[in-house]
């Protein structure tokens, strides 16, 4: 059976909470311009990676550790389209020399990963002065341990409060940090989604019909997954919103 992450990345499907709205924001607050050189951690299909690029002209390399993913990524490239460039890469052994970027990007994807590992990676490869985003979700109120196994079991994700995020930045070396939690709307999500999404909206479900109908693997990962959205926990999404965190080094 294919687990969360796989199901999207078989089809291509790459999202973050918040939508753009969130990601404007980080690139505000890290104060991005065209002469960053900036890391995307977990750059999925590439459509949030080469916006980051044409809103801010900053040069961009993406990492995804699908590799499937990074092959949707570069297909999506202009040929004349050199300020972005995608690999295959871990978040929590990145290869990159210290003191690289001007900036790291990452957004509802540090919360997948051994946090201490990747939050020190990202402090690493950092050149001094540089700045650290993360659109990450995050607990607004506590949650039962029904919502939280949920969160665990079905999606892999290991959600924080907003106290334990700062933390990680602070015990990781980041200084100036600033950070804002927001509740979920599903609307804007829905939104954020489509605009996010809409170059490559035919072409993901394409793929997924092809999939569903042809790979029996991947239709009963699919009614797996359509089963227990249906059955998600009571008032689950009154309990977690997303949190914008910078850092400096």
């Known amino acids: 059976m294919y687990d969360y992450f796989e199901i999207q990345a078989k089809i291509g499907i790459t999202k973050h909470i918040g939508g753009l709205e969130a990601t404007r924001k980080l690139l505000k607050w890290c104060k991005v311009d065209n002469l960053d050189y900036v890391l995307v951690v977990g750059s999925g ?24 993913m990074v092959l949707m990524a570069r297909e999506k490239l202009k040929s004349s389209e050199t300020g972005v460039e995608f690999i295959v890469g871990n978040a929590e052994n990145l290869e990159f020399d210290n003191n690289t970027f001007d900036v790291v990007i990452s957004e509802s994807v540090t919360g997948f990963t051994d946090k201490t590992k990747s939050i020190l990676e990202y402090h690493r490869v950092l050149k001094d002065g540089g700045f650290l985003g993360l659109n990450e979700v995050t607990w607004i109120s506590n949650p039962s341990h029904e919502i939280d196994e949920y969160c665990r079991s079905v999606m892999g994700l290991m959600a ?9 930045l602070m015990e990781a070396g980041f200084k100036n940090i600033n950070s804002s939690v927001n509740r979920m709307s599903q609307w804007k999500q829905m939104r954020g989604d489509f605009e996010l999404q809409s170059m490559d909206f035919f072409k993901i479900w394409g793929r997924f019909f ?11 990962s699919a009614n797996r997954l359509a089963w227990e959205a249906i059955h998600i926990p009571k008032g689950f999404n009154h309990y977690y919103g997303y949190g914008l965190y910078v850092g400096q080094k």
Do not use: P, Q
């Open 45 to 68: 299909n590439g459509v949030s990676a080469i916006k980051i690029h044409e809103m801010t002209g900053c040069t961009v390399v993406g990492i995804d550790l699908s590799e499937d």
């Open 160 to 168: 924080e409060t907003e106290e334990v995020w700062l933390s990680l």
């Open 210 to 220: 092809n999939l569903y109908f042809h790979e029996t693997e991947y239709r009963k």
